[in-house]
């Protein structure tokens, strides 16, 4: 097949609340394959899933979805999951390899450029100014149906330096997540009103507000906001008190390799990020082709290296 004469577009997004770095997608009109890491893709194929095991009609006009169909990767090619038999799994197989002749040629192309320019951000209560980014999309079509009450770091509880010493002095008892929960709190402390606004952001970083209060709870504030509004890691570095301000540097400092996939970084806050995120060498060996641009490669192939250590002296232990 000359993928010439199949449409399709490559594109990425932001895996968002938590953050967990950037999804890499390549998508047909009937399939997509998607990637977190640029290696192993996901295939999903377009299809009706079944909705009576006996094949009878549906009373009800069935939609088509994304229903996964395999994964593949160059070392290993497609492999296939078990799938029903109700499905037209010739046509599925048909649009997975011609996916996969596009993965061929395009994967090497990663990261592909980030295309969520709708943004949802959750807004500080004293300046209505985006505080921490809550949901993105696409398309405006998908804005209805994205619906995020609360910021969350992350699934599970990051290290604290000052959060440590705060438990040392105060002899806290030990809460397995009292650094995520703590984070959360005063995010939340600093928007008590609940204030969201969806921004379109254009190439220049600036953002238009969309006026949509009909759909959900959002502030009143329309127009533009200057790029530098907007916090480049998607949360405000910016905090009153010692305690506060130190636990979001440790939170961004422990998301640095993640954040290193972001897009149109400074270079010096990148380099920073890079030095952060040598410290934490397999996450770096699993993303860094996700990396748009890399300011100190030294760093990088450092935090592989050690990567590879480790994983060898895990090997060697089992």
């Not at 596009?102 to 505080?131: A, M, N, V, Y």
């Not at 959002?218 to 916090?231: E, I, M, V």
């Not at 996700?290 to 250590?309: G, S, T, W």
């Amino acid at each position: 097949m000359n993928k010439d004469s199949v449409s399709f577009s490559c594109y990425s997004i932001r895996r968002l609340n938590p953050f967990l770095g950037v999804l890499q997608i390549v998508a047909t009109e009937g399939s997509r394959a998607i990637s977190p890491d640029g290696i192993d893709w996901e295939i999903q194929i377009l299809a009706e899933r079944p909705h009576d095991t006996w094949g009878a009609p549906s009373p009800v006009k069935r939609k088509h979805q994304f229903l996964r169909f395999g994964s593949w990767n160059r070392a290993d090619g497609l492999s296939r999951v078990p799938a029903n038999p109700l499905l037209d799994l010739t046509r599925m197989l048909n649009e997975a390899n011609r996916i996969v002749e596009i993965l061929c040629l395009e994967s090497t192309r990663t990261p592909f450029l980030l295309k969520d320019r709708f943004e949802l951000w959750l807004l500080d209560d004293h300046d209505q100014t985006p505080l921490a980014l809550l949901a993105s999309t696409t398309d405006m079509r998908n804005i209805p149906s994205l619906i995020e009450t609360e910021w969350v770091c992350s699934k599970n509880e990051f290290p604290s330096v000052h959060m440590e010493r705060r438990k040392e002095i105060r002899s806290e008892p030990t809460n397995p997540l009292a650094n995520k929960r703590y984070l959360e709190k005063i995010v939340k402390l600093r928007s008590r009103r609940g204030l969201q606004r969806w921004y379109k952001r254009s190439v220049d970083g600036c953002g238009e507000a969309l006026p949509l209060e009909a759909e959900m709870k959002s502030a009143s504030r329309t127009g533009q906001l200057p790029a530098d509004a907007f916090p480049l890691l998607l949360l405000n570095p910016c905090w009153d008190g010692s305690l506060p301000a130190a636990v979001v540097a440790d939170y961004l400092a422990w998301l640095s390799p993640y954040l290193l996939a972001l897009q149109n970084l400074p270079d010096e806050l990148r380099s920073t990020l890079e030095q952060q995120a040598s410290k934490q060498s397999l996450v770096v060996d699993t993303y860094w082709r996700l990396y748009p641009k890399i300011i100190n490669k030294q760093i990088i192939d450092a935090a592989r290296v050690e990567a590879l250590l480790r994983q060898s002296h895990k090997e060697i232990k089992r």
